[in-house]
């Protein structure tokens, strides 16, 4: 079996960034900072490390400081280097010409529309789809590569999710299991616990083969009236590998106030110049 690489990385981020209001009224919620560095950059630094060549992201009206972020500042380059300091922070934020593309989403229609208007540039390639809300410690795209590079086909990151929350994942119907690797045998968008399949919850990660284009071409609306993603991908089971894999990262969903506040205490513990004054912090309040 031949399996061609991934070199494409599709990043939804038209979406409008609700749940955070009214922060995100004048700002895209990808670049909320965690730490020092916005969500986006976070989820590129994933794809970077999973060996992605060309990012492309998929905007809305509001969100050029997207675009902006990864271009040059020349002011705040001269201005750094004239007081004799290093450009090394703003390294991460340097993508090498013609790496970055976007393309438009007028309408909010829903995921599986955000990636469908990427269609022309992925062309016949298979590719990764990142959501950014999903901040995902350590990086799970680089373990998801590594399984597409065995099995081919479909290959989505998957986590166990709680029996009350099936309603808002795409769930799996499972079928063979070898270690985090698991056969998809269908797939369910948001079903109530008593239906669920299982409790293997999709989430914002995905390694996909270009036929799912062609199935989004139907634009047909799915569960909320959006046009899902996770409907596009179940019309390829059975015609194409499809997996799930229990990645080893711990997912954050910046999404959402409480998971954003969770994702900045947890990656300042892991940061040597912030866990001491962090921890002294919540001794303090105990």
């Known amino acids: 079996m031949s399996i061609k690489p991934v070199r494409k990385a599709v990043f939804p981020v038209a979406g409008l960034g609700t749940r955070l209001l009214p922060a995100t009224k004048t700002m895209p919620k ?18 970077r490390e999973a060996g992605i060549e060309q990012l492309i992201f998929v905007t809305g009206r ?29 390294q991460p934020s340097m993508v090498p010409y013609g790496d970055l593309i976007t393309v438009r989403q007028q309408q909010p229609l829903g995921l599986g529309h955000a990636v469908w208007c990427a269609r022309h540039v992925v062309g016949d390639e298979p590719f990764a789809v990142l959501l950014p809300d999903d901040l995902m410690m350590p990086g799970a795209l680089k373990q998801m590569v590594e399984a597409y590079n ?11 999710v709680a029996a009350d929350k099936t309603a808002s994942y795409g769930i799996v119907t499972p079928g063979a299991n070898d270690g985090a690797l698991t056969e998809v ?29 062609d199935e989004l071409n139907t634009q047909e609306p799915g569960a909320g009236g959006e046009i899902q993603l996770t409907d596009a991908m179940a019309k390829l089971i059975g015609r194409q590998p499809f997996h799930a894999v229990q990645v080893d990262s711990v997912r954050h969903d910046c999404g959402d106030r ?25 001794a303090a309040r105990d």
């Open 30 to 47: 990808e670049m909320l900072t965690v730490i020092d560095r916005p969500l986006i950059q976070y989820a590129v630094d994933e794809a």
């Open 62 to 90: 509001g969100k050029s400081s997207l675009v902006d972020y990864f271009d040059r500042a020349f002011e705040l380059e001269a201005t750094m280097t004239g007081k004799g300091k290093s450009l090394a922070p703003l």
């Open 150 to 160: 065995r099995v081919g086909g479909n290959v989505l990151a998957a986590e166990e």
């Open 185 to 213: 045998r269908g797939l369910v968008e948001k079903p109530q616990p008593e239906v669920a399949p299982s409790r293997l919850g999709v989430i914002g990660r995905y390694i996909l083969q270009p036929e799912v284009m």
């Open 258 to 282: 409480t998971g954003y506040v969770l994702a900045t205490l947890a990656l300042a513990m892991e940061r040597e110049d912030l866990a001491p004054a962090v921890r002294d912090f919540l």
